[in-house]
């Protein structure tokens, strides 16, 4: 990466904290003047970190709670010293920081809009230009004269973003603080974002959300406990995360390794970022670059969603429950719009009378998004003997956005009088959907629109 090209250059940086195993232990270590006997232990909540962000560029930071996220943005602009190691930042830094960061409680909305405005190095004049935009982005009404301490977190985040965003910053740095705000509000803040990127800005951006994350960056970091685990092209950072959240526990170390081997070595990093850059220059949108096609894994032993839920069973048991390509070859990573198979086995314990099996894909938020059975109900199989074994295979297209799905198995037959479960799993089974830079579907279901459009005096 040429250095004029550089927007922030994060070199070795660390921050260490101490740590007191008793309140008393750290009035113990002010007293004494020596290393010796610390009265601490060291905690690095980010070690060693090292790469740089090219002028224009959006880099996503994904980790897990306390890896290190918000630690680093806030060396990054200034409010926190690193304990180790150097930051260069060049341009106009707005940040949008965890909350609580950058106002003043007492004065009112109006009063920090100023200061805030001052700090960011506008003059009162800019400010004044500004302000009625600024407030028409916020849109907190009357509550713009009142003290900012009397605000809800809704409406801190509001005037914090349209400051933030408002003063068209060379540098922006938002921390999470989106998640606060509803989600219409949200909307608006991804259009302005989207156009401050489209002016040339940087943009620094942590989030948990893996759609946001590929949606929006064109690199992304991958931060655990304190450490720059991985930085590459946001889909493979993100899956990469994805596989650790969902690892066993006795695997993330061996998984760790893996990400290191695969996406750790920041100066290779760097350069792709560059290259990235430069891409996105000449072409118009580049956020979602593939470079590692070929990377591609399919079977992701990582998804194993940690929510199942086996019901009591009545007599069948569900087994062996996978996904597979019609060719019979196990996957967990699908490809949007192609067709999969979702398989699992039924043993009956006991026999058992109008037997259907069937199937459910829902959201991470539990969102049926759709099912299906076997037959309907007067089609049903009459009668299971006992030690009798199906296997179940539900064809299906995955006409889904990127994202990630879990599914649900159940087998239903006469329980007395009615229809009920002799046998039913929640969350059994979870899939990823790869993102796409080809699609032109948006929402969650592809339902395979066709557009076309003349001109209307033609
Ligand atoms: N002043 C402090 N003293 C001691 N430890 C601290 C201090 N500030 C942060 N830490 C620790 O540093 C680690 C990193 O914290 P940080 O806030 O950067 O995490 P994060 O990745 O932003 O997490 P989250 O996703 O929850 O926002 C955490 O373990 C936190 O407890
Ligand atoms: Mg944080």
Redesign the pocket.
Known sequence: MSSENIAIRVHGVS?V???YDRPHHRLLQMLSRHDKGRWFRE?W??RDVDFSVARGETLGIV????????????MICGTLTPSAGSIDVRGRVAALL?LGSGFNPDFTGRENVFLNGTVLGLTRPEIEDRFDDIAAFADIGEFIDQPVKSYSSGMYVRLAFAVAINVMPDILVV??ALSVGDEAFQRKCFARINAIRENGATILF?S?SASVVTELCNRAVL?DH?ELLGIGAPKTIVSRYQKMLYAPADRLDAIRSEIRAECGTPEAAAEQGLALAEAQQVVSSASGVEMEEQDELFFDEGLVPQSTLHYESLGAEITDVRLETPGGKRVNVLKADREYVYAYNVVFRQSASAVRFGMMIKTVTGLELGGGASSTLTDSIVVVEGGQEFEVRFRFRAHLAPGTYFLNAGVVGRVGEEEGYLGRCIDVAMFRVMHDPERLATGLINFDIQPSFRSAEA
């Open positions: 921050k904290y101490p740590i905690f909540a980010v980790g897990r709670n306390g890896s290190g996220k918000s630690t680093l943005l806030q965890e921390d999470e942590v948990h931060l304190g």
